[in-house]
T-cell receptor, first 111, second 112 residues
Framework: GDSVTQMEGPVTLSEEAFLTINCTYT??????LFWYVQYPGEGLQLLLK?????DKGSNKGFEATYRKETTSFHLEKGSVQVSDSAVYFC??????????FGKGTRLHILP | EAQVTQNPRYLITVTGKKLTVTCSQN?????MSWYRQDPGLGLRQIYY???????DKGDVPEGYKVSRKEKRNFPLILESPSPNQTSLYFC???????????FGDGTRLSIL
């Protein structure tokens, strides 16, 4: 079945470091791809999305590019801040219109 | 403000005592879902609804019930809660096919 695999956490970085959180997927056709962020004590919020190959989603300095050839949607940010500490979820919307989530990656940013 | 509202946010109760977690959205969304979040397991879908009076099982429906009598409301019912249902629960809604989910702030349930 369709699935999303993202890197295990926690990921710990210093402030202003470069961030990459890997996400790969398995799905037939052309799923929509999403990154969500969950801050402590809150629900998930949509961070960015991409709906077709080579689309780049971006928001709040984060970016991810839909790579059909590698079935990937890696999340990147050039310079992280302490306020980016959260749990990040990669997700896809498949052809049956089901949203499938990865298990989440916890990110800690040290000042 | 567009939002999904869940209540209660926290609940500690005992095995076998029926409880209901309410969920309401003000975005006129067709789709609504319930998830549970557990350490190491990520988010798992319990039930979903594509419209009023249309509900279907997700990945982990055992021990739960839902209803969708009105478009805006989608309560989660635990008829006879057990300790393995201790978890963090999220309600979500979305506007249609391919659209992203909007999540509530979560309900932390502890079943003793």
């Amino acid at each position: 079945g369709d699935s999303v695999t993202q890197m295990e956490g926690p990921v710990t970085l210093s402030e202003e470091a470069f961030l990459t959180i890997n996400c790969t997927y398995t799905a037939t056709g052309y799923p929509s791809l999403f990154w969500y962020v969950q801050y402590p004590g809150e629900g998930l919020q949509l961070l960015l999305k991409a709906t077709k190959a080579d689309d780049k989603g971006s928001n709040k300095g984060f970016e991810a590019t839909y790579r059909k050839e590698t079935t990937s949607f890696h999340l990147e940010k050039g310079s992280v801040q302490v306020s980016d500490s959260a749990v990040y979820f990669c997700a896809l919307g498949n052809r049956d219109d089901k949203i499938i989530f990865g298990k989440g990656t916890r990110l800690h940013i040290l000042p | 403000e567009a939002q999904v509202t869940q209540n209660p946010r926290y609940l500690i109760t005992v095995t076998g005592k029926k409880l209901t977690v309410t969920c309401s959205q003000n975005m006129n969304h067709e789709y609504m879902s319930w998830y549970r979040q557990d350490p190491g397991l990520g988010l798992r879908q319990i039930y979903y609804s594509m419209n009023v009076e249309v509900t279907d099982k997700g990945d982990v429906p055992e021990g739960y019930k839902v209803s969708r009598k009105e478009k805006r409301n989608f309560p989660l019912i635990l008829e006879s809660p057990s300790p393995n249902q201790t978890s963090l629960y999220f309600c979500a809604s979305r506007g249609g096919r391919g659209q992203p989910q909007h999540f509530g702030d979560g309900t932390r349930l502890s079943i003793l």
